[in-house]
């Protein structure tokens, strides 16, 4: 099951370069398995802006919502999530 | 070069359901052979809702928009384009 | 899995009466339908307003665009979708 | 009498750890204390955020407002409440 | 209880001015009529625009939908409806 | 002259307890004199939020400002006011 | 009493060119009589759009409302009102 | 050349006291400069908010930037600014 | 003087084919003709949309709103206007 | 390939003057030598904010994405991007 994800980034600007460093990192890794899994299917970042547009495939709603727990950077994101399902015009097996 | 279009289509309540259909069936025939083409890369349903996400892989914005003005419903359809581009994150080849 | 679905209802005024209550006494009749079946949950009234706020439970993104779809009132209805799971605190067993 | 009341948390990221841990743990027991008691009926996740969406049940509007402030998340939430009543559609008893 | 209704009409510009005058005719029928039992405690009107502001003193969110759907303009309206209840700083005794 | 007047109250949360509870204990004692006075004719709050919607009758624009301006809270509020007058289907004498 | 007055005007474009030059001269003609009274003090159109911003000087609220309703376009006007006073920094006698 | 602008003032609670006071008094002392120069036509306190509306007549957009620069509380405001120009009704010589 | 002025272009959707185009004709010959003298130094569309960013450099407010309402697609844009100036670190003569 | 990009900056009021002044030093250096390789086609200030409007030409989203980036002011600013193409009605060459 689709689902569209924005998430935008506003770390504090009180935020130790550091500890920045560390989440980002840690962000890197988890973001990158989960793509490696086949949850998160695409990730794009929106030029200009410290944000991403993601597609999202997974059993439901609640496996969507403890993906994105397990991000790092939860806290200091906003996220918008929009349910998407197969359009009837399209083409490719996988917009499923 | 990715842009990624949210497209909300509002036919007036006015419109003979025969002039709907037809403008329906050119839609989707244009949709379907852009999406061969590649340029129409991904086009989901959002649930819910007479919209849709889509992911356009074209040469620059003026592609972009020409494509979008050859749809019979482009006057009928409120469109959000957002510029994206490959996240550093990213693992999919074809998420450029 | 449950969506809150939110819908505000705009009927034209130009809309006769007979048609007006024929689509709400057709909207009526699938709607209790759908509320037998289990698929559509919760259904309220907001006060002061011709909108409902409803919860759906459903097997997925693509089953809950299809129950929408066949409501006869879809294309005069502002919905909005917001993706529902279980709450960490919550005891009721059917808020799942 | 039902309304529908969504929370959004904002925790201050200077909270300490400790802090946040105490509160949504009193937070908990005082949101399962009231769904025991019946005025909190329904209880559900926003999907990606850290929000819920609920259904009360109380006497009249002070007594949810006395409610919504015993809860020691109370002063880092945005709440939005919709006053609910029983639609002419419904077929379900409680939805009252 | 108490409520704070905003009600801004907008009659379409085509509709006939005696088709007007007429529902406005017993609109004010009833708002009197619904002030004189106690219902609809306060009826202001906001400077310069074609809306009001309202206090409702009912016995619950039924009973405010209930009255305002036999308002002749409810179709022609924006309403907004706030539930009040006591302020503990308040002095009147009918702010209750 | 009557004036709708809604407050949102938005402590900082690093205000010191006993330094809200002053600025509290002070603004409620300005409220009820200048209710006993009859210029603060009306004051609720509104259910689930830390806001008040209130009704004034001053002399005019000025005095309404430089009551507002002697609220201890003032410059923690979000102050929106909007000028009312006579409603033509008023029936009560003092909603003037 | 002073007033910032914006009003943005928007004629249906089926209204016949004949009826919106009659609208149009009224208006201007009653606008005139207000300003020579003294109660409409200013009078500017907002650069590149159908838009005036205005100040307006009158007893009340209820004088504003009834002035406002004098003008044949008020069916067709966005009106927003802001309710001024003397700033304590102003040297203009006349900017009470 | 004329311009509406809307400022509204947002100085940090951490502010201390005097440093505030000492921005507003040479917020002042400028203000009441460029209102005698004529630069500055009209200053209005809007009703129960910390902001003014303001008419400014200058050469153009460089000169009104570059004395809104010079404010001491320019870091700390909110502004909007519309330009004008004379309206075909006025009948004041200096709304020109 | 410099402005930057975003049109967007809402046509009813009953407008005949043949007005549009005349309309649009004639739009376009006078914006050329305005390039030509260099009062609308700059035309981009807006991909995706029925809208354009343009600069113009004209002598004040007034000349930009007398430009804006000799064209024919006047009455049907919704125009956003901002007042620019030279940029301190710009190092284009043309910027001015 | 152009893009409109609309920056509004908001340095945090605790940062040191020193800080800001170096890193508004070296955003000018950036943009200057931006412009000077023609990547940054034009950068104009907003009257009466710090905020620009410039228009940018590069090969690609990601070529702009990546010159944002190395703006110091980049994570104090909000920004907007609107992808452009050449509009059928211009005669500028350089409107590309």
Redesign the interface.
Known sequence: ?????SMTVR???T?PAAEADRLKAT??AI??EL??SGKWR?????????A??S?FDVA???E??DL?LTLPLF??MD??????????????DD?R
Do not use: T
């Open positions: 099951m689709l689902f569209k994800v770390l504090p600007h935020m962000e890197r973001a990158q793509q490696r695409h990730l794009w970042r929106v030029a200009g802006r410290y991403n547009v597609i439901g709603n609640a969507l919502h994105l806290p200091y996220i918008e999530v929009e349910a998407l399902c197969r359009h009837p015009s399209s083409i490719h917009d």
